[in-house]
């Protein structure tokens, strides 16, 4: 069974405020990746890393930040929220190339 | 870019096959993989097809055409507990990253 961790499940916050999802794997998985999903609606790749160090961007152009300073620590850092950041935040990681292993999901709000 | 696309609700009764279908368009991809995600839950993992072809597991096997840019699910002997959306996603080339169709949301009746 998968071991991926994510706090809070659940999150809302005035506009302006910063916030950071924490994401957690005990796994040792190389790849981690942070999804963004509206509800009944698809996944979009936001950030992904390779390793310690290593961050990309992702499909969907976000105005989040995220850092990977151990290899199972992930997390996601919104400096300014805003209502359009209303959504679930999805935390995943792999070792093999074609399976993904994800979090429960944090669901953030935004007045 | 990629795009894929999925009918976007199946319905079908307790016991029964279905198949759930998914084309897409990739200038390039290593393969395709299925997840299932209930209501308010997270994303797993069912399949991937790297190679043309069928793949079993259990009661679930998904099919890869390359050449029709077209895969499917097929799930057999349907449980209630089967009632969930269903994505499509293309393993991207390069960097192992994936890129999801809009979903198929499955409801199976008794």
Redesign the interface.
């Known amino acids: 069974e998968a071991d991926i961790y994510q706090t809070p499940r659940y999150l809302v916050i005035g506009t302006g405020k910063k916030i950071t999802l924490e994401c957690s794997q005990t796994m040792g998985h190389d ?1 981690m ?1 942070w999804y963004q999903q509206d509800p ?6 936001i950030h ?1 890393s ?1 390793g310690v160090n290593s961050t ?1 961007k ?2 969907l152009s976000s105005e989040s930040t995220v850092s990977r300073i151990r290899t199972e620590h992930f997390p996601l850092t919104l400096e300014s929220a805003r209502p359009s950041h209303t959504s679930q935040y ?1 935390c ?1 990681s ?1 070792r093999a ?9 944090t669901r953030l709000t935004v007045l | 870019g990629q795009s894929l696309e999925q009918p976007s609700e199946v319905t079908a009764v307790e016991g029964a096959i279905v198949q759930i279908n998914c084309t897409y368009q990739t200038s390039g991809f ?2 395709l ?1 299925w997840y299932q995600q209930h209501d308010g ?5 069912l399949s ?1 097809n ?1 190679l043309d072809g069928l793949e079993e597991t259990g009661r679930f096997s998904s099919f890869l055409s390359r050449s029709d840019s077209y895969g499917y699910l097929l799930l057999q002997e349907l449980q209630m507990k089967d009632s969930a ?1 269903y ?1 499509c996603a293309l ?1 991207n080339s390069g ?9 198929t ?1 499955l409801l199976v009746s008794p």
Request: charged fraction near 10%; hydrophobic fraction near 30%.
């Open positions: 790849k990746y009944g609606m698809e996944l979009h790749l992904y390779y990309e992702g499909d999805l995943a792999s190339y074609n399976e993904q292993f994800f979090g429960p999901g | 290593y393969g993989s839950g997270a994303p797993t993992f991937y790297a959306s994505f393993m960097y192992s990253t994936l890129t999801f169709g809009k979903g949301m």
